[in-house]
């Protein structure tokens, strides 16, 4: 079996686009891969983070991956930072990178605004994101599209380390999302929907009440055309609203087209507030249940003694190649 491993930051509650793009994929995969997937609370740190607040977000997090369905049985779940082995890793790694293709990470240019103040774990942060991927010898890391360039410099850095030592690193594959995956801002069509933005009714929460998922749709851009068709690039509100109806409920977008043929945005805004509630709900239940539960302590406990036997060997592993230790 191929084995996957993923990370989220835990910043924030995640999204329908966190789910569409990339959670549910994770419940899939796990039906033939073995799969690890981690809250990365480190990287987290590579801008400043409120004690309490990252506490409490790593648990919501943790929380949202069991309550859309992946099973701790199948998979593996564990915080980052309960790992040495990805802080270790990191370290040797960043002594294998070069400055200059740490300098041409975009999103450490558009995170660093070429400041002086910029903080030095924002420009090694693609490091600590190879080890954690390096540290499971993983073979597939699923991630949006974003991510491509962190991938291959994971790639990079582990034939580097293969080219120039023994053989020590699984070189993963990318598996990236779908453009159809890519949900946008319900406010802005143009933009992704995103967790930072301001408007709360740019994004529907995955833990949001009926109430509001039914206020952010009702309030969401669409056009004054007042015809139910796919046309991303002049009708992108639309156009978003039907691909989360599409995959939501499993209708094809043309069915949605011949369905809603004569009917005005209203009518289609009301279904969809009905589906996307209906879809939500079981969520907020199982995270109900489980958020303040002994399991889910129980759970990444154990997940991270499942992680940390696979992690040590790979230290082992490293160190043994790199002549580190005794
Ligand atoms: P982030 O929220 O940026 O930490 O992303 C976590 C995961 O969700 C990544 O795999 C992203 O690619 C995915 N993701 C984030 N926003 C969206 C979106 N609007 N549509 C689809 N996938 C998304
Ligand atoms: N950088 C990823 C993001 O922002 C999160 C992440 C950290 C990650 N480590 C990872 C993703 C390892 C996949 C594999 O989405």
């Keep these: ?4 491993f993923s990370g989220v930051q835990p910043t924030g509650n995640l999204h329908l686009g966190n789910y569409l793009g990339a959670l549910k994929q994770f419940v899939e995969l796990q039906e033939d891969h073995e799969c690890i997937y981690c809250i990365v609370d480190m990287h987290a740190i590579t801008v400043p983070q409120d004690p309490k607040e990252l506490k409490s977000h790593i648990l919501d ?66 490091v600590l994101m190879a080890a954690d991927i390096l540290l499971y010898d993983t073979d597939v890391v699923p991630v949006g ?53 301001e408007n709360i009714h740019s994004r529907i929460s995955l833990l949001d009440e009926p109430s509001k998922i039914k ?27 039907m691909n989360i109806y599409s995959v939501l409920s ?19 805004k009301k279904d969809l507030v009905e589906i996307t509630v209906d879809a939500l709900a079981p969520f907020r239940e199982k995270f109900e249940e489980i958020r303040y539960s002994e399991d889910l302590i129980r759970i990444l406990k154990d997940g991270a003694e499942r992680a940390g036997a696979i992690a040590e060997k790979t230290i082992a592993r490293v160190k043994e190649n790199f002549g580190l230790g005794l």
Excluded at 103 to 119: L, V
Excluded at 168 to 179: A, I, N, Q, S
């Design 250 to 268: 499993g209708k094809s977008l043309s069915d949605l087209e011949k369905e809603y043929e004569g009917k005005g945005y209203g009518d289609f």
């Design 215 to 241: 206020k952010s749709i009702m309030k969401a851009t669409t056009d004054s055309e007042g015809i139910i068709r796919f046309d991303q690039e002049n009708k992108p509100g639309i156009s978003n609203l």
């Design 145 to 197: 599209t974003d991510q491509r360039q962190h991938i291959e410099l994971c790639r990079d850095l582990a034939t580097r380390v293969n080219n120039t030592r023994k053989k020590t690193f699984v070189v993963p594959e990318g598996r990236y999302l779908k453009e159809g995956a890519r949900i946008m801002a319900l406010d802005d069509p143009t933009q992704k929907m995103s967790k930072s933005a």
């Design 61 to 126: 997090v943790a929380s949202l991956y069991l309550s859309v369905g992946v099973d701790p049985k199948k998979s593996i779940v564990f915080v980052q930072s309960d790992v040495p082995g990805h802080a270790e890793l990191s370290w040797i790694l960043t002594c294998c990178s070069y400055t200059g293709e740490l300098s041409r990470m975009t999103q450490f240019k558009a995170k660093s605004h070429n400041k002086e103040s910029a903080p030095t774990g924002l420009f090694t942060y693609p």
């Design 1 to 4: 079996m191929k084995r996957v």
